[in-house]
């Protein structure tokens, strides 16, 4: 019988067991930078991880499931139930600014803080986004969706490199 | 009750299933790229909806169904989506993308006021699937108008094609507002989105030069299983791999 103290420490070396999993398609982030576990319980010494998807029809989930029952078989837990909880919906707010700061390095201009373009305007102003590259603000958009969902498809003006924006949700 | 509930789900589920299953017919063929990802981006957020409403309705059945068994063993008198998402991409030489594009845009346009309707359901499941999908909703009528105003209001062959295809698609959507007796038993009011969505396609029909028709007959019997003659054809793609090799994965 564990006593609530150990469960707390157990706690924090799952939340940290959880950075060592990666989103599939942007192999910089874990799961803990985009913002997607939601809480973890614990029941008959068995963790259950709630996780929460970007988009409904993210491929990367049922893989982040996989690995995420992989590491916490690392620490001898064989029965992990990972739950997938929809409401409230993720947004990009959750991304922590660790993560925001390594997209950015990767190549991958980080949503901007306040969600500008997720409305029904139509041809509204292009958000104004950073280039990763050069940090030139001259940029424009090409398309609204890339090369996965949770993307748009930007150019810088200066030093002309197309880049993917992670678009606010 | 319970059936009743299942029904309505299956519905919307089947709603997006097929229209995403359209739209990833063009995966490969969009005139240009960045629309080719645009059209299949979409297609993903519809089975994406369709997968978590596939999943709650089997969940419901509580027989043995699954996301799987629903989506690909179902027969067509089984499926219970509107006559609009069935419909064809357009004949390449005389409409093509425009009739993509406008049906993307009429059932958007419902999808949006719906999903704004449906986040309040009593249901917590229905509502979440609701708040999470209409996000992804937005883009696609804001993306689809954009489209709609493009074609309405570009050269008169564009102008040409979206009209042709406005007098192809219209027919199909007085069957939206339509309670089916599943909805009408749940107390879903769809008679209640009418005005939003008419509001919405006429000011973007305005942008677009184009004026909504009136006094059209309207095709209905999709929400109760008699479909058009495409779905058959839509069911026997999808459906090909699980009806040839019963049970197989990858």
């Keep these: 019988m564990k006593n609530e103290k150990s469960l ?138 890339g ?14 490199e197309p880049f993917d924006y992670f678009k606010c949700h | 009750m319970n059936s009743t509930k299942t029904d309505y789900i ?11 299953q359209r739209n990833s017919e063009w995966c490969g063929h969009g005139p240009i790229l960045e629309q080719d990802i645009a059209i299949t981006n979409i297609s993903l957020d519809l089975i994406g909806q369709a997968r978590s409403l596939y999943q709650y309705a089997a969940q419901l059945k509580a027989d043995g169904s699954t996301e799987d068994s ?50 309040s359901n009593s249901d917590a499941t229905i509502a979440a699937i609701a708040e999470k999908s209409i996000k992804e909703v937005s883009y696609h009528l804001r993306w689809s108008s954009e489209w709609v105003i493009r074609l309405g209001d570009g050269t008169e062959e564009s102008h040409n094609r979206i009209i042709k295809a406005l007098e192809e698609l219209w027919r199909y959507t007085g069957e939206l ?26 000011t973007v029909f305005e942008q677009a030069t184009m004026s909504v028709p009136e006094n059209v007959y309207m095709q209905t019997g999709g929400k109760t299983g008699t479909h058009t003659e495409h779905l058959g054809y839509i069911l026997a793609d999808l459906q090909y791999m699980q009806r040839a090799f019963p049970g197989c994965e990858w």
């Design chain 1, 8 to 145: 707390q420490i157990d706690e924090r070396i799952l939340w940290d067991l959880l950075k060592e999993v990666k989103d599939p398609e942007i192999p910089v982030l874990s799961i803990i930078d985009l913002g997607i576990v939601r809480d973890i319980k614990m029941s008959d010494d068995e963790p259950e991880i709630i996780i929460t998807p970007t988009y409904t029809g993210c491929p990367a989930m049922d893989m982040i499931a996989a690995t995420i029952k992989m590491e916490m078989a690392t620490l001898g837990f064989k029965n992990v139930k990972v739950t997938h909880v929809i409401s409230p919906a993720w947004t990009t707010d959750w991304m922590s600014e660790e993560g925001k700061r390594k997209l950015k390095e990767y190549g991958i201009a980080p949503p901007n803080p306040k969600q500008q373009v997720c409305n029904d305007k139509l041809f509204a102003a292009d958000e104004a986004v950073q280039c990763p590259h050069c940090e030139s603000w001259h940029t424009h958009c090409i398309s609204e969706f």
């Design chain 1, 147 to 160: 090369s996965t969902a949770c993307k748009a498809l930007y150019q810088c003006d200066d030093c002309r």
């Design chain 2, 10 to 20: 299956l519905h919307l589920a089947d709603d997006a299933l097929i229209l995403g």
């Design chain 2, 70 to 119: 629903l989506a690909y063993l179902r027969t067509e008198r089984e499926f219970k989506n509107c006559l609009l998402v069935e419909q064809p991409n357009g004949d390449p030489i005389t409409i093509g993308w425009a009739q993509t594009i406008l049906r993307q845009f009429l059932f958007s346009a419902y999808q949006y006021y719906l999903y704004q309707y449906l986040q």
């Design chain 2, 177 to 202: 507002f339509i309670p089916a007796p599943y909805e009408q038993e749940l107390g879903i009011d769809v008679t209640s989105l009418k005005n939003d969505w008419y509001d919405k396609v006429r």
